[in-house]
């Protein structure tokens, strides 16, 4: 079975700096695809990221860019020039298909305060 | 225009009562999704149901019954409702045109307190 791991509970930057969020998998799987979430305090989740394992290029958007590590499952978040509004929960994800759908299996989270 | 919409958004009850949420996606996806989240802010998979079809059953209790009329609602129907039944209830959508690997959509989700 897919586990997804996130080792930081919790972690703080502040503004204007660059916070990196660890997240490592296990898979016996080849093709695949790795997530990261966002939940701030108004409980929506949204997409922040989504890496290809078939390519090696690490995956960015603005300000947010992962460091993915296909041999050492290993696919962390760099998220540079941190702002306020970046206080949430971050999920790590994995996703696998099985049967006719998808299925995404997450991390416990990560809670990112960003101080003023 | 929302694109996966969910009622109710807070949900309280007592032990025992039978109480549904609603899941409607306005995306064309072909999949929907229903996922938990626990107090501890755990999110895991329940059901999922392509084409009206339900694919994955995660050892979720017959308490809990999820339908789908068509390819764009979910709803769950919860029985006998209990104190762990507690959570955030989260509807999702996507769809595997074009490939797999596209992103589930989310709605805002079901605050579920049973007292």
Known sequence: ?116 | DTAVSQTPKYLVTQMGNDKSIKCEQNLGHDTMYWYKQDSKKFLKIMFSYNNKELIINETVPNRFSPKSPDKAHLNLHINSLELGDSAVYFCASSTRTGGGGTPLHFGNGTRLTVT
Request: proline share 3%; glycine share 4%; hydrophobic share 30%.
């Open chain 1, 1 to 116: 079975a897919q586990t997804v791991t996130q080792s930081q509970p919790e972690m703080s930057v502040q503004e204007a700096e660059t916070v990196t969020l660890s997240c490592t998998y296990d898979t016996s799987e080849n093709n695949y695809y790795l997530f990261w979430y966002k939940q701030p305090p108004s409980r929506q989740m949204i997409l922040v990221i989504r890496q290809e394992a078939y390519k090696q290029q690490n995956a960015t958007e603005n300000r947010f860019s992962v460091n993915f590590q296909k041999a050492a499952k290993s696919f962390s978040l760099k998220i540079s020039d941190s702002q306020l509004g970046d206080t949430a929960m971050y999920f790590c994800a994995f996703m696998k298909s099985q049967g006719g759908s998808e299925k995404l299996v997450f991390g416990k989270g990560t809670k990112l305060t960003v101080n003023p």
